[in-house]
């Protein structure tokens, strides 16, 4: 009798004690130019994700550099989500850190690359010397700003894509390579935009494009 109590009482307390909501908090590691997406990301997926599990998620963000990123996540900084610019800089945490597989790009769709990205041409207003295309970059008359590839993820895609330009309208490797080589020998700054104001052109993806537009205006 006295167990069928305790197991009574104990029934009791479990159906009288309301539930409580958890709060779960994350920290994404990105790469420098993802801070006002993920801002406007991380508000649309805290709804979407209260909504369903009924927990509130909050989540922290850090930026920098890729390659400088995926570094401090080898010297310890706790991250929970990784989003980087580069598959090299993942497959150094999954090589060296050991933190993940190394087929990690095979674990989600489109190998792992939730969105994309393209490069943009930032010019100045007027675009007064009529830059159109790849091949106008290194035209003697104009000045061309592009961060380093030897350091910069987005830099390496300034590279990629000045090399895919020139492989399909110049039909080879060798003549991508001869172009490239043109670009980067030229190129009179690796400063981003708002520190290079004498320059024509500054090449870079979209989303730093659009920033540096509306910091200046």
Avoid at 9 to 24: C, D, K, Q
Avoid at 80 to 95: G, N, Q
Avoid at 104 to 114: G, H, I, M, T
Avoid at 168 to 197: C, H, I, M, P
């Amino acid at each position: 009798m006295q167990i069928k109590k305790i197991a009574l009482v104990i029934l009791t307390l479990a159906i009288a004690v309301p539930s409580y909501s958890a709060s779960v908090e994350l920290l994404n590691v990105s790469y420098d130019p993802t801070r006002e997406l993920y801002q406007d990301y991380n508000k649309s997926f805290s709804a979407y994700y209260k909504k369903k599990t009924g927990d509130d998620v909050t989540i922290k963000q850090s930026h920098g550099g890729s390659g400088k990123q995926a570094r401090s996540v080898l010297d310890g900084l706790d991250a929970d989500i990784v989003t980087l610019a580069l598959a090299s800089d993942i497959d150094v945490l999954a090589e060296h850190g050991k933190l993940l597989k190394a087929d990690w790009q095979k674990q989600f769709p489109d190998n792992a690359s939730p969105y994309t990205s393209t490069i943009l041409f930032l010019v100045k207003k007027g675009n007064p010397k009529g830059i159109k295309d790849w091949n106008d970059l290194i035209r003697a008359d104009v000045k061309v700003i592009t961060p380093n590839p030897k350091t910069s993820g987005g830099a390496r895609w300034n590279y990629l894509a000045a090399w895919g330009w020139a492989k399909k309208n110049y039909g080879s490797d060798e003549k991508a390579r001869e172009f490239v080589q043109k670009l980067f020998k030229k190129r009179t700054g690796f400063r981003y935009w708002r520190t290079g104001l004498n320059r024509d052109l500054y090449a870079a993806w979209n989303w730093r494009c659009f920033g540096d537009v509306g910091k200046r205006g």
